[in-house]
């Protein structure tokens, strides 16, 4: 039973290009969440996440950043004109929709480096 | 709103050494708690939950217990060993908004 997948692991980008980091939860999970890690910070909640719907994007900054989890694929984590303070660990993380919904389980990260 | 707060680490240990890392909480409600751990360069993984309280979690020789009355949920392991060292987060999961709520993470280092 694979986990939590996402790609890519690493990805660099100049100021002002696009980033877009890809999360597949854990078979059978319906929820999906992102969090942002800063440098010997704790993680961040940025966005819940159902297939084709927004739960709850209050951690989410509000120009720049959009989510998406569509009824096929992954779910994606855009960030439009990237700036150097957004180079940080993007984390997804996974849950069931019932039976152990609190219980999220992490994805390795992608590590956004912006020159 | 909900918080958590861990002790400030690093927090240096000999090999074979007790673990004690402290996490209080601050909720409303009846969250579920839970540690998860980051070893370097990687995500975080489950490393134990509670669910109610006096509940104790339990995996790989590290245990917490569901406090209540003191609103914690330490982390304890008998006698580490080298490869335990990583970071180590507290949290909980508020029924109430639907998160799952982070601590600052405490760095353990082993030391044989």
């Known amino acids: 039973n694979a986990g939590v997948m996402q790609n890519p692991r690493h990805l660099v980008r100049r100021r002002g290009q696009e980033a877009r980091l890809r999360c597949s939860p854990m078979k059978g999970h319906s929820h999906v969440y992102w969090y942002r890690q800063l440098p010997e910070e704790g993680l961040k909640f940025m966005v819940y996440?159902?297939?084709?719907?927004?739960?709850?994007e209050s951690g989410m900054p509000k120009e720049r950043f959009s989510a998406e989890f569509p009824k096929e694929g992954p779910s994606i984590l855009r960030i439009q004109q990237v700036v150097r303070g957004d180079s940080a660990a993007y984390f997804c993380?996974?849950?069931?929709?019932?039976?152990?919904?609190?219980?999220?389980?992490f994805g390795p990260g992608t590590r956004l480096t912006v020159l | 709103g909900d918080s958590v707060t861990q002790m400030e680490g690093p927090v240096t240990l000999s090999e074979e050494a007790f673990l004690t890392i402290n996490c209080t909480y601050t909720a409303t409600g009846y969250p579920s708690l839970f540690w998860y751990v980051q070893y370097p360069g990687e995500g975080l993984q489950l490393l134990l939950k509670?669910?109610?309280?006096?509940d104790k979690g339990s995996n790989k020789g590290f245990e917490a217990t569901y406090r209540k009355e003191t609103t914690s949920f330490h982390l304890e392991k008998g006698s580490v060993q080298v490869s335990d060292s990583a970071v180590y987060f507290c949290a909980l999961f508020s029924s109430n908004t639907g998160k799952l709520i982070f601590g600052q993470g405490t760095t353990l280092q082993v030391k044989p």
């Open positions: 996440l159902q297939k084709e719907n927004i739960i709850d």
């Open positions: 993380a996974s849950s069931p929709s019932s039976g152990g919904y609190d219980t999220q389980y």
């Open positions: 509670a669910t109610k309280a006096d």
